[in-house]
């Protein structure tokens, strides 16, 4: 009897036993089935690839995962410097992230090579209706909406209050002209020799290209692109000849890119500093200033007209996935998130990188408040209105060179202004 009852004991352990073990294996066989469904995402972006921007993005993208948890996104940190090289070549490949991170050029020439997914068909009415005017300007081919704006971040022409002050200038009235500017330049290398009164990027690379179009557009010339009228052109000469004049009479450092003038600028080295709206955060970062003060020492408003309207270039960042991803409509649902989503906006768009977000509302009330800072108001309002498509593309990248080139002998050599313009002229896309 007491076998029989300590047999039964047993067998009641053995099939408690076994039932725990089938329930871990089908719950193990689950959990397996779930990761196994699960989407992963790649997104090649340049935000990881930097210190200032890795814990914005990094929380950005955890914060994306929770609110979609059947979605795993694979951050590939790149280099700004080297993400356009990399996804032309992966696209060419057939291996492309799935979504990536690019701007300026880089998102033209990518688009060149018909890797990129047309996008029309995923932005909703009301998305669409919510875009701000032009944010989507430049993005468009023949196939369509080729890149979705992520961040608007145009170039204002800020002015150090004190500075202008200082001089004897009125620092409420910023310089509207060419000949306004060049006079508030004499004024105050004249009062603070140590402060550089123009800070402008005139290196050798694409970028810088883009930066200094504005100020060839304000003195009318148009080296290339829809309506060129050369490098030979009276206007372009004019443009170049004054570059000579201020980087002659030591209004200009020639040698410096516009991330070198930053912190430069946040200690009160730097008058005028033509420069995209991320520029407060960076200065504030640097300098640890409070809004208040900041507001107190700097304003930004539109660049000073010579012979042309004042004009501006879009410095933001663009999303794009490619045509043969796998994983489309998970794609689309991080790229709408990144550029649409209050959090992300908050987190990252309007924090972390300092700019705009593409979109008219958030939706929310504080967010929105948010923007009607005396920055964000004077971008919105005064800056974004000068936004003009500059002529990306192959013949955009090809010309750079060859005009930036142009500039830095007008600034630091002494070749005849006629020379250089025909040097320039030679070296441009025929």
Do not use: C
Not at 13 to 41: E, F, H, N, P, Y
Not at 159 to 178: S, V
Not at 400 to 408: E, R, S, Y
């Amino acid at each position: 009897m007491k076998g029989r009852v300590l047999m039964i004991r047993f067998d009641r352990r053995g099939l408690r036993l076994a039932t725990i073990s089938i329930a871990a294996l089908v719950a193990g066989m689950a959990g397996a089935a779930s990761a196994q469904d699960k989407i992963t995402l790649t997104f090649a972006n340049w935000a990881a690839a930097e210190g200032t921007t890795r814990p914005g993005i990094e929380k950005v993208i955890a914060d994306f995962e929770a609110a979609n948890p059947e979605i795993d996104v694979v951050s590939e940190a790149i280099s700004f410097s080297e993400i356009a090289r990399q996804l032309v070549l992966r696209a060419r490949s057939g291996n492309p992230p799935d979504v990536a991170q690019i701007a300026g050029n880089d998102t033209t020439l990518l688009a060149f090579t018909g890797a990129l997914e047309p996008l029309d068909g995923y932005v909703k009415e009301n998305l669409a209706a919510n875009l701000k005017q032009g944010a989507d300007a430049g993005l468009r081919d023949d196939g369509g909406l080729f890149a979705f704006p992520w961040n608007q971040s145009p170039a204002g022409f800020w002015y150090n209050k004190e500075i202008m002050q200082k001089a004897g200038l009125d620092p409420n009235k910023p310089p509207r002209t060419i000949d306004e500017l060049t006079a508030a330049l004499a004024a105050i290398k004249s009062s603070q020799p140590d402060v550089i009164p123009l800070a402008i990027d005139t290196t050798n690379r694409a970028f810088a290209l883009s930066s200094n179009w504005p100020w060839m557009k304000s003195f009318g010339a148009v080296p290339v692109g829809e309506g060129a009228t050369g490098a030979e052109s009276a206007e372009m000469k004019a443009y170049l000849s004054w570059m000579r004049k201020i980087a002659q009479a030591g209004y200009i450092d020639p040698g410096r890119r516009i991330g070198e003038f930053r912190p430069l600028a946040a200690q009160g080295h730097v008058a005028f500093i033509w420069d995209q709206v991320l520029l407060k955060g960076v200065m504030q970062g640097a300098s640890k200033m409070s809004d208040d003060d900041f507001y107190k020492t700097w304003g930004v408003t539109t660049l000073p007209a010579g012979a042309g309207k004042p004009t501006t270039f879009e410095g933001g960042h663009q999303l794009v996935m490619f045509a043969s991803g796998k994983q489309k409509e998970a794609a689309w649902k991080f790229i709408e998130y990144l550029a649409t989503s209050p959090d992300a906006i908050a987190n990252y768009t309007m924090s972390v990188n300092s700019s705009l977000p593409s979109i008219k509302a958030t939706g929310k009330a504080d967010l929105d408040a948010a923007l009607g800072t005396p920055v964000f108001k004077a971008f919105s309002d005064e800056i974004i209105p000068t936004l003009a498509p500059q002529p990306y593309g192959p013949d955009f990248a090809a010309a750079a060179t060859a005009i930036m080139a142009g500039v830095q002998e007008a600034v630091t050599g002494s070749q005849p202004i006629d020379d250089i313009a025909a040097s320039i002229q030679l070296g441009l896309p025929q």
